[in-house]
């Protein structure tokens, strides 16, 4: 069976979001797991075709895989194979479920002004390095805020509440257990596509370069306007399309990007963003093989991809595990959609890691991107019930 996401989107049957491994739910359509479900064989990216070849060699042509890429290519993803029959399914509840949490505690991780100090070391290392032929261009570097509540983290009324947001794809995936403790869940709203792959036809959407939204509409339109016309933004935006123009292009009889860079939003975000189109030589070639081909994108890791991975260990205190890793499905024929695992928390229990990151480029200020991760933590935090500027504190003299 072919799933088309965005022009002609599909239901599937997902009687119980807790019991499905993994949901996709965006602008296209949803897409989730059911009928029998098995874990494939864990792995690195490494041996990725050859798994997901075995996988799917002589299913039946509904299965699917889905599930998630680690951000460390040497690091075990977590996928899924669902074979049996598929049925239309309703929508999901549109009601937007009002969301509590009891008694929480937050700790950032690290906070705000410790994180700051990071970039300043990442553009040290920049100003160190220039000229060089290994120099650091650019890296993201992330932090993390950790919510210990009273009660369980609620997961299906999480995702209601951020697939409210039309511009985002609100997606779970069950992780690996780590202990005898309470499942992991990674869940989260994505707005970024690494590439979408139905038949010949491959698409991406790239997003980079960032601004918080504003209530007020004139400040909100000041902000995006100076967004498009940041050197900053759209320097750190371009090293993200040239990437994947370059990964994609040996695949492809056909590639651009015909509308350009635009200004694009979520709810509480402006980003750049630029829509990539290409013709796969292969109409075989598995989607996702093609978003760990393209994984990391300078979007969430930098540029050189090795070094910069190099200063992102060097400089996170928490391990990135499957954030700024890649999610998503893809059916028998190749056919689906990969999203960058970015908006998202692990989510275990009582607990929820969320996690947020920024790129730094030179010219990059420490503070103004400490700010830039507690905005883009601000989607989570409102759909979990918390204030949505709690991943502020520490910049506005309220720490
Ligand atoms: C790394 C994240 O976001 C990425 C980084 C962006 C930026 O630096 O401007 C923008 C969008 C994403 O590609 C994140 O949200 O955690």
Redesign the pocket.
């Known amino acids: 069976m072919n799933i088309r996401l965005p022009h002609s989107p599909r239901h599937l049957a997902a009687p119980n979001l807790t019991s499905a491994p993994f949901s996709f739910d965006g602008p296209g359509g949803r897409v989730a797991s059911r009928g029998r479900v098995q874990a494939l064989t864990r792995g690195t990216s490494e041996t990725l075709a050859a798994r997901i070849g075995d996988a799917l060699s002589g299913v039946a042509p509904d299965a699917l895989i889905g599930g998630a890429l680690p951000f460390d290519r040497d690091g075990a993803d977590c996928l899924w194979l669902c074979q049996g029959e598929w049925a239309a399914a309703t929508p999901p509840e549109p009601a937007v479920a009002p969301l509590k949490l009891a008694g929480w505690r937050l700790t950032a991780e690290p906070d705000a002004r410790a994180y700051a100090r990071a970039v300043a070391r990442a553009l040290d290392i920049m100003a160190a390095g220039a000229g060089t032929p290994e120099a650091l261009e650019k890296v ?1 570097l ?1 932090r993390s805020l950790l919510i210990e509540s009273a009660s369980p983290v609620p997961v299906d009324a999480l995702l209601t509440r951020l697939a409210s947001d039309d511009s985002v794809t609100a997606f779970q995936v069950a992780l690996p257990q780590m202990d005898a403790g309470p499942g992991r869940v990674l869940c989260g709203a994505t ?2 596509l690494l590439i979408e792959k139905t038949g010949r036809r491959v698409l991406s959407h ?5 601004a918080r939204r504003q209530a007020d509409p004139a400040l909100d339109r000041a902000a995006a306007d100076a967004l498009a016309q940041s050197g900053k ?1 759209h320097r ?1 935006h371009a090293l ?1 399309v040239e990437a994947i123009l370059d990964t994609l292009a040996p695949y492809c009889d056909k590639l651009g990007c015909p509308e350009g860079t635009c200004v694009t939003s979520t709810r509480s975000m402006w ?2 963003g630029t829509r990539i189109e290409g013709r796969l030589r292969d109409a075989d070639m598995p989607a996702v093989l093609l978003a760990s081909a393209l994984h990391p994108t300078p ?2 890791c930098g540029v050189p991809t090795a070094r910069a991975a190099d200063v992102i260990r060097a400089l996170e205190p928490v391990a990135r595990d499957f ?2 890793g890649a999610v998503g499905w893809c059916d028998a024929r190749g056919d689906g959609a990969w999203y ?1 695992a ?2 998202c928390a692990e989510i275990s229990g009582t607990s929820a890691r969320l ?5 730094i480029v030179p010219g990059s200020d420490p503070m103004a991107e400490a700010a ?2 507690g905005a ?1 933590f601000g989607a989570l935090l409102a759909a979990l019930g918390l204030p949505a500027d709690a991943g502020l504190a520490g910049l506005t003299g309220d720490a």
């Open positions: 993201v992330a707005p970024e790239p997003l980079a370069g960032s933004d750190e993200v980003h750049l979007a969430v954030y700024a960058v970015i908006r996690y947020a990151g920024a790129g830039e991760t883009k």
